[in-house]
Each structure stands twice: as structure tokens, then as C-alpha cells.
């Protein structure tokens, strides 16, 4: 099913020096019927929400953004947006920091193995079959000084610290919509085969022995790869093949 995109993601931006999160901003404001590609931009969130309800440390100096899509997808691919998204953002990144960036699934964006960006994407089905997503983005660009709390230290880096020059909030919020765009897009024309060749041309441990801990208990193998609908094949010791499609991947060192 071909589809133009109606408009152009960023059309309408929102600025708020601080929120709780703008995903919430975002969600309502889609509620009351605003335009796919409106973005809610903070300064700050107080409140900032992560995957598996975490919290999502947000200082100054950062990027956290929301962008309300309307997708007019199959659910099997709409579940590849989250994929499509990590792509684009890590994209962006690269583009602007100069320096190589790593997926890890379904959409952490790592640089040397710390995290420089997450995604968080939320979707609201309304009986009459109507849905939106907001794709919600955070990118560390920079702490402004303030310390790292405690539990984040070594794990997470920023790209003040990264790249080789400074990157512009407004530059890079441009490079990821830009590429959110084009990956959405793609999505919508193409299938899915563009879009998982983009996130494995990126993609951090596949082939690797990892433990993926669900809600349910954990799975350890080989992570092959990401199946058509976005899923994390893993092989156990066993052979028998696991889809995994929520869930906390780590690294098994040998
Ligand atoms: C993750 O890696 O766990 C996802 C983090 C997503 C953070 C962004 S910042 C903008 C938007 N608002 C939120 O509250 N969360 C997302």
C-alpha cells in the first residue's frame, strides 16, 4: 500500500523549557486531534520515561523530543517502527558526532558500548481503529556539568564528551526528523526489508552469546538475528530458536 507522507515530520514544533515528559505533552495534544509530524522539543523533562518503565535521566543540555505519527500500517509492521526509528536516530547521530554508533535491540543507541540515545515509542488504539504513536527521542548531548547519577556512571556517555566539535541541539533535532522521515517513509512504500537492513548494517552482538531477561524469566543463546516483525531470534544451547519481543539484552562475556 503506497503512501505519500501528508507532511513534513516537524511541521509544528513545540518548545517547553521543562515538562515531566513529552511523550505526555505529545500524547495530548494527539488526543486533540493534532497533525502527524507535530514535535513536542524540552528543555528538561522532570519526568523523563525509559523502555520496561524505567526513568530516563534528563538534564539540561540534552535532546528530548516526541514526534506524533499516524502510521497506516499492518500490525506486523508496525511493530518495525521501533526498529525504524533506531535506525534513523542512529543515523542522525552518526552524521552529526562523527563518530560510529551501535544499535543494540531493539533501539539503544550506543557509542563504544555506552548508551548516547534511547527511544521509547507508545501507541494508542482507539475502538474506532484510529491509532497514533508517539516516538518519543533522547539523545545525551550534553550534562552541562551536573554529575551522573550514581547508577548510570559507566554506562552511559554523552556527545560533548564524543564527538570531535560541538553538535547543535537544533542540528541534530533536524538530522533525526529528517531521517525519521525518510525511514518512515520507507517503511510505509517499501516493507520492511530496507528498514531491517538498515538496523543490522548497525546492529551491536548478533552472533554473540547474550541473556535476554523478560518479564517472564531469561533467555540465553546466540542472538541471530531480527525476524520481519522485529523480533530478536535467539539460539539456546538446546538449538531450539527463541523470538524475544520485549525485553533487556546483555552482553554474555566469555
Ligand atoms: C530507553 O532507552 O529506555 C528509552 C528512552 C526514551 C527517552 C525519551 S526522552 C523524550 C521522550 N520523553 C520521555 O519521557 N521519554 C522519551
Redesign the pocket.
Given at each position: 500500500e503506497a503512501r505519500r507522507l501528508g507532511c513534513r515530520l516537524g511541521h509544528t514544533v513545540h518548545w517547553l523549557e521543562e515538562v515531566?515528559?513529552?511523550?505526555?505533552v505529545a500524547r495530548r495534544l494527539a488526543e486533540a486531534g493534532a497533525a502527524e509530524g507535530t514535535v513536542v522539543l524540552?528543555g528538561r523533562?522532570r519526568?523523563?520515561?525509559?523502555?520496561?518503565r524505567?526513568w530516563?535521566w534528563?538534564p539540561l543540555g540534552?535532546l528530548?523530543?516526541?514526534v506524533i505519527l499516524r502510521p497506516t500500517l499492518p500490525p506486523e509492521r508496525l511493530s518495525l517502527l521501533t526498529l525504524a526509528a533506531a535506525a534513523a536516530v542512529a543515523e542522525a547521530v552518526e552524521g552529526q558526532a562523527e563518530r560510529p554508533v551501535a544499535l543494540k535491540w531493539p533501539?539503544?543507541v550506543l557509542i563504544d558500548n555506552r548508551?548516547v540515545?534511547?527511544?521509547?515509542l507508545e501507541s494508542v488504539a482507539h475502538p474506532d481503529g484510529a491509532e497514533y504513536v508517539v516516538a518519543?527521542?533522547?539523545v545525551n548531548l550534553d550534562v552541562e556539568g551536573e554529575p551522573v547519577p550514581a547508577e548510570l556512571e559507566g554506562r552511559l556517555t554523552w556527545l560533548a564528551r564524543e564527538a570531535p566539535r560541538p553538535v547543535s541541539r537544533n542540528d541534530l533535532a533536524e538530522a533525526i526528523l529528517e531521517r525519521l522521515e525518510a525511514r518512515y517513509g520507507q517503511l510505509h512504500q517499501e516493507g520492511a526489508e530496507p528498514v531491517l537492513a538498515a538496523w543490522r548494517a548497525r546492529a551491536a552482538w548478533l552472533g554473540e552469546p547474550v541473556r535476554v531477561t523478560l518479564p517472564t524469566g531469561e533467555v540465553v543463546g546466540i542472538a541471530l538475528d531480527v525476524a520481519a516483525d522485529g523480533a530478536l531470534v535467539v539460539e539456546q544451547a538446546d538449538g531450539r530458536r527463541r523470538r524475544v519481543l520485549a525485553g533487556d539484552v546483555q552482553r554474555l562475556r566469555p
Open positions: 515531566g515528559s513529552t511523550n505526555d524540552a523533562q519526568a523523563g520515561r525509559g523502555r520496561l524505567r530516563w534528563s540534552g528530548w523530543m516526541s533501539n539503544d548508551k540515545a534511547g527511544i521509547l518519543g527521542i533522547g
